[in-house]
C-alpha cells in the first residue's frame, strides 16, 4: 500500500511540475485583449518577449553593464537584412536583386539609399524620405521591418528611398534627432541631388512610423514652410505618429493604456527622454499636470488645437470626459520647454503653418494609444484645406506595421503595408 503510494508520488511529481510550469508561463503570457484584435496569442507572445527584454535591460542596467540602447540599436554596418516585406525566411532569403542598398552621409547625417533597378536612363523615378520609429531611442526594433519596406518600396513603386539614421536617445535628444532629419531633407530635395539620383522633383514624399511619423510631420512642416527650399516634399505618409503632449488622457490613450506594445505610460516616458526631461515628471504628465486650465503659456488658442472634444468624430469620443485640472504644476513647461514646441508637437502648430503642407496620409490603428492624434490632426489639416486620406484599421494596434516580417508576422501587418504601398502608388 505505502509503497504504490510512493510509486503514484513519484509518477505525479513531473506531471504536476509541468502543470505547474504551463500555468505560470500562461499567468506571464496572458493579457486580455480586445475581440477584434486577430491572432491574439501572438501579440500576447510578443508582448511577453518584450517584457522580458525590458526587464533584462533593467536587470543589465542595474548591474552596471554597458547601455542597453547601445547594444539593441540600428547600426547601418551590420544590417543583415534583405528580404521583402512578407517573406517568410530570415535574412537572406527573399532578396530583392535589383535593389541597390548604399550607405553614406547627406549634409554629415548618415542615410541608407536605396535605388531601384529599373534604371534612371531617360526616365524620372519616385523619392521617398523614411524616418523609422522605436521611440527615438530603440532603431533596433524597428531595424529590420524598415529595411524591408524600403527595399519594397525601392522595388514596387521604382522608388529612391533614403532611411535616415538620425542620432537617438540618450546621446541626444529634442532638438537634434528633428534636426538632424530635417538636415538630411533639404539635401535630398536640393535639385541637384535629385538630378544626380534621376528623382522626380514633383513626386518626392516624406514619411515615417509612430515617432518617425512625429518626425516626418515636423520636417514637413518645416519644409512646407521655409521659402528658401524650391522643391517641396509632394506628400506625407504618416503611419501612427505621435503628434502632441498636452493631453495624454485623450479617449484612445484612455482605452488602450493596456494594450501591447505601446503602452501609455512607457509613451509618456518616452517624450520625457526624447523631450530631456527627468522622468520623474511621468505621474504628473499622465493627470496633465502640465496643461492645467489656470496656466498662462498654455493659451486657450493652443489647447484648442488638440482638444478632442471638437476634433474627433462621436465614434471616437464615446462617452469619455475631457480631463483638464484646474491649478496642477505651472512650473513644468517652464522646465520642459519642448512640451509647447511644435516642432515636437507638431499638432500645436497653427492653421497657416498646416494649411500649406502637402497632400497627406495618415494611417491610424483603433487599439491604439496614438489612434487620436492621429484623427485629429487628419480634421484639423482638412480644416486647414489639404487633402487627407485617413487609413484607420478597426483591427490594427500600435506597431504592427513593423510586424511584416519573420519572426513577428501579423496578417493585419502586411494589410496595413499593403493598403500605404497602394496609396503611395496612386499617389505619389
Ligand atoms: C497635480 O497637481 C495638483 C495641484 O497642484 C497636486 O496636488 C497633485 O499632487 C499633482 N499630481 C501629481 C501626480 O503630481
Known amino acids: 500500500?505505502?509503497?504504490?503510494?510512493?510509486?503514484?508520488?513519484?509518477?505525479?511529481?513531473?506531471?504536476?511540475?509541468?502543470?505547474?510550469?504551463?500555468?505560470?508561463?500562461?499567468?506571464?503570457?496572458?493579457?486580455?485583449?480586445?475581440?477584434?484584435?486577430?491572432?491574439?496569442?501572438?501579440l500576447m507572445l510578443v508582448a511577453a518577449a518584450f517584457r522580458t527584454s525590458m526587464h533584462l535591460a533593467s536587470l543589465r542596467d542595474w548591474l552596471g553593464c554597458d547601455g542597453y540602447f547601445k547594444s539593441v540599436r540600428w547600426p547601418p554596418e551590420s544590417f543583415d537584412g534583405s528580404g521583402k516585406v512578407g517573406d517568410s525566411s530570415e535574412s537572406g532569403g527573399g532578396v530583392v536583386p535589383g535593389v541597390k542598398v548604399s550607405d553614406i552621409t547627406?549634409?554629415?547625417?548618415?542615410?541608407?539609399?536605396?535605388?531601384?533597378?529599373?534604371?534612371?536612363?531617360?526616365?524620372?523615378?519616385?523619392?521617398?524620405?523614411?524616418?523609422?520609429?522605436?521611440?527615438?531611442?530603440?532603431?533596433?526594433?524597428?531595424?529590420?521591418?524598415?529595411?524591408?519596406?524600403?527595399?519594397?518600396?525601392s522595388d514596387e513603386l521604382n522608388t529612391v528611398v533614403v532611411s535616415v539614421v538620425y542620432r537617438l536617445y540618450p546621446e541626444v535628444h529634442f532638438p537634434v534627432p528633428y534636426l538632424d532629419?530635417?538636415?538630411?531633407?533639404?539635401?535630398?530635395?536640393?535639385?541637384?541631388?535629385?538630378?544626380?539620383?534621376?528623382?522626380d522633383p514633383e513626386r518626392v514624399a516624406v514619411s515615417g512610423a509612430s515617432t518617425g511619423g512625429n518626425l516626418a510631420a515636423a520636417v514637413a512642416q518645416e519644409i512646407s514652410n521655409d521659402d528658401t527650399v524650391s522643391v517641396k516634399f509632394?506628400?506625407?505618409?504618416?503611419?501612427?505618429?505621435?503628434?502632441?503632449?498636452?493631453?495624454?488622457?485623450?479617449?484612445?490613450?484612455?482605452q488602450n493604456q493596456g494594450i501591447?506594445?505601446?503602452?501609455?505610460?512607457?509613451?509618456?516616458?518616452?517624450?520625457?527622454?526624447?523631450?530631456?526631461?527627468?522622468?520623474?515628471?511621468?505621474?504628473?504628465?499622465?493627470v496633465n499636470n502640465h496643461s492645467s486650465s489656470h496656466?498662462?503659456?498654455?493659451?486657450?488658442?493652443?489647447?484648442?488645437?488638440?482638444?478632442?472634444?471638437?476634433?474627433?468624430?462621436?465614434?471616437?469620443?464615446?462617452?469619455?470626459?475631457?480631463?483638464?485640472?484646474?491649478?496642477?504644476?505651472?512650473?513644468?513647461?517652464?522646465?520642459?520647454?519642448?512640451?509647447?514646441?511644435?516642432?515636437a508637437s507638431p499638432l500645436l502648430a497653427g492653421p497657416e503653418v498646416l494649411a500649406k503642407c502637402p497632400r497627406t496620409y495618415i494611417l491610424t490603428c483603433e487599439h491604439d494609444v496614438l489612434r487620436d492624434d492621429g484623427l485629429m490632426y487628419a480634421r484639423r489639416l482638412q480644416d486647414a484645406g489639404v487633402t487627407v486620406t485617413n487609413d484607420h484599421h478597426e483591427d490594427g494596434f500600435h506597431g504592427c506595421f513593423s510586424f511584416t516580417v519573420w519572426p513577428v508576422e501579423f496578417d493585419v501587418g502586411r494589410r496595413l503595408v499593403r493598403g500605404y504601398l497602394n496609396?503611395?502608388?496612386?499617389?505619389?
Not at 532629419?181 to 539620383?197: D, G, I, T, W
Open 260 to 286: 501591447p506594445v505601446l503602452y501609455r505610460p512607457l509613451m509618456v516616458r518616452f517624450w520625457l527622454r526624447y523631450l530631456g526631461a527627468d522622468l520623474s515628471l511621468q505621474p504628473q504628465l499622465l
Open 1 to 42: 500500500m505505502r509503497s504504490s503510494l510512493l510509486r503514484l508520488k513519484m509518477r505525479l511529481r513531473p506531471v504536476l511540475l509541468t502543470l505547474t510550469l504551463t500555468v505560470s508561463v500562461a499567468y506571464y503570457v496572458y493579457i486580455p485583449l480586445p475581440a477584434s484584435i486577430q491572432e491574439p496569442w501572438r
Open 234 to 254: 509632394s506628400i506625407q505618409a504618416l503611419i501612427y505618429p505621435a503628434l502632441q503632449t498636452l493631453d495624454f488622457n485623450t479617449p484612445s490613450y484612455l
Open 106 to 153: 547627406f549634409a554629415g547625417i548618415p542615410v541608407r539609399v536605396y535605388e531601384p533597378p529599373a534604371g534612371g536612363e531617360g526616365h524620372l523615378r519616385r523619392g521617398l524620405m523614411y524616418f523609422y520609429g522605436g521611440d527615438w531611442a530603440l532603431g533596433g526594433t524597428e531595424r529590420r521591418s524598415s529595411d524591408a519596406l524600403s527595399r519594397t518600396v
Open 295 to 343: 496656466h498662462s503659456a498654455v493659451s486657450p488658442e493652443l489647447r484648442a488645437r488638440t482638444d478632442w472634444t471638437v476634433l474627433l468624430p462621436p465614434k471616437h469620443k464615446r462617452n469619455h470626459r475631457p480631463l483638464v485640472v484646474g491649478r496642477g504644476s505651472p512650473g513644468l513647461v517652464k522646465e520642459v520647454p519642448g512640451l509647447l514646441d511644435a516642432r
Open 423 to 428: 496609396w503611395l502608388q496612386n499617389n505619389l
Open 181 to 199: 532629419c530635417l538636415a538630411a531633407a533639404k539635401h535630398f530635395l536640393s535639385p541637384e541631388l535629385l538630378a544626380k539620383y534621376a528623382i
